[in-house]
C-alpha cells in the first residue's frame, strides 16, 4: 500500500518518538491517525476482493462453458455411432483416431484455463499477503495502548479471512476439475474397451506419472495408477533429490481445523498451506516406506529439520495410522517421545476421535487432525499464530522439541521422497 508522502513523513516521527507531526501530548491523534489507516486499509482489501471475485467468476464461467460444450459434443457423438451402427466396424479406426485428437484438444484446453486460473489466483494470493506486512509493518510500529493493538489483531484476522475466501475459490476450482478429468478419463477407457483398440496418442504415453518425471520445482499434474484422471502435486527438486511436498504452513491462510472426509482428500493452496490428503500419502506409501523430511523455522529464526527414513500410513480401514522410524536431525524427534508417542498412533480429527486420550477428544481441544496420542508431543496441523500472538497452551504448531507449548512457529512442512 502507498501511503502519501505526508503520511510517510508522520510515520517517520511515529518510530523516532519525535515531533514532526504528533508531540507526545498529542497520542490520542496518534491513535485516532493509525484507526484511519487501517480503516482505509479495509476498505481497499474491500475493494480488492470484489475485483478479484468478479476475477474468479470469470473462470468458472468458462470452464463451464467447456464443459457444457464437451457434454453437448459428447451427446452427437453418440448419435452419429447409433446412426452408423451398420458402418461403425469400417469407421472404426478413424473414429478412434478422431476421439484421440478431440480429447487431446479438450484436456489441453483446460490445462490452458487452469493454467491461467493458478497463476491468477496465485497473485492475488501475493497481493493480499503483502497487505497483511503492511498491518504487521503497523503493528510492531504502534504500541500506546492495548485498543490499538486489538484493532490492529482484528485487521490481520480479516486479512486472514479475505485469504482463505480465495483458498476456497481455488478449492472449489480444483474440485470441478478433476471431476472434468475423471469425466474425459472414464470417456477414453470407454471407447478403448468398447472398441477393442489401444490409445497411443503421445498426450497420454508422455504424461508424468510421479514427481520423479518432471524436471523443476512447483505444481505439476501428475497421472499415477491410483488417480489416472491426474493429481495435483507440489514437487521440489533440492540437489538432484525430488520430494513430494504433502503438508505446508507458512501463512496461516487456511484453517487446518477439518474433517475427516477433508483431511482424506486435501485441502489448500498447494503454492502456499495445504494438506495433500490422507489417502493420496496412503497410496505413496503402501509399497514401500518412504523418507519424511520436516522444515521447521521459528519466529526468532531459528531453523530445524527432523528426517523419518522409513514412514508410511495406513489404508483408510486401518485409520491412516503413522509409521515414523530412524530418526535423524536436529529438530529432536518429537513423533517418538516415549511418554506421548505419535508413531503408531491413528489419525484422528474432530468427527473421527481415534486417539488414545480416556478423557477428551484430542482433536476437538487442539483444532486440527493429526496423529494424536494422549494428547500431543507434536502437532504440525495446529492453528497457525503470528508473532505478535499470544498462544493458548499447545494450541498452536508445535514440536515440543523445537518450541514451548506457548511459543510460535513460522513455517513447518513436510515431504517425502
Known sequence: ??????????????????????PEPRSNVRLSDLQIQIDDIRSE?????VNKREVLETFFKMFAGLVGHNEKESTKQDTLVILNGATLQR????????????????????????TQFRNTTAQMNNDLLMELKNIEDIYSQSSESEGKHLALKNAT???????????????????????YGSKLYSEKSLSQNGCNTRETGNEWENAPKSCQDVTKSGVHTIYPDFKPSGLELYCEIDQGKVWVVIQRRKYGTVD???????????????????????????????????????????????????MYNEFGVSSEEGKYRLKADVYSGDAGDAFNYSAMKHNGQMFSTYDAD?????????????????????????????????????VPDARGITWYTLSTSRSVMKFAEMKIH
Request: hydrophobic share 35%.
Open 157 to 179: 484476522m480479516q486479512v486472514r479471512r479475505l485469504l482463505q475466501n480465495i483458498t476456497s475459490s481455488i478449492d472449489t476450482f480444483t474440485s470441478l476439475a478433476t471431476t
Open 1 to 22: 500500500m502507498k501511503f502519501p508522502g505526508f503520511i510517510l513523513i508522520c510515520w517517520f516521527g511515529i518510530i523516532f518518538k519525535g515531533s514532526i507531526c504528533f
Open 256 to 306: 487446518f481445523d477439518r474433517s475427516w472426509e477433508e483431511y482424506k482428500n486435501g485441502f489448500g493452496n498447494l503454492t502456499g498451506d495445504f494438506w495433500l490428503g490422507n489417502e493420496y500419502i496412503y497410496h505413496m506409501t503402501k509399497y514401500q516406506a518412504r523418507q519424511l523430511r520436516i522444515d521447521m523455522e521459528t519466529f526468532d529464526g531459528k531453523k530445524r529439520y527432523a
Open 91 to 114: 469407421d472404426i479406426g478413424d473414429k478412434q483416431r478422431q476421439f484421440t485428437i478431440d480429447k487431446a484438444y479438450e484436456r489441453g484446453t483446460l490445462n490452458e484455463y487452469a
Open 354 to 390: 481415534n486417539d488414545i486420550s480416556s478423557s477428551s477428544c484430542c482433536s476437538c481441544s487442539y483444532k486440527s487432525g493429526w496423529w494424536f496420542s494422549d494428547c500431543l508431543y507434536s502437532n504440525l496441523n495446529g492453528m497457525y499464530y503470528y508473532k505478535h500472538e499470544i
Open 45 to 49: 482489501l474491500d475493494g480488492k476482493v
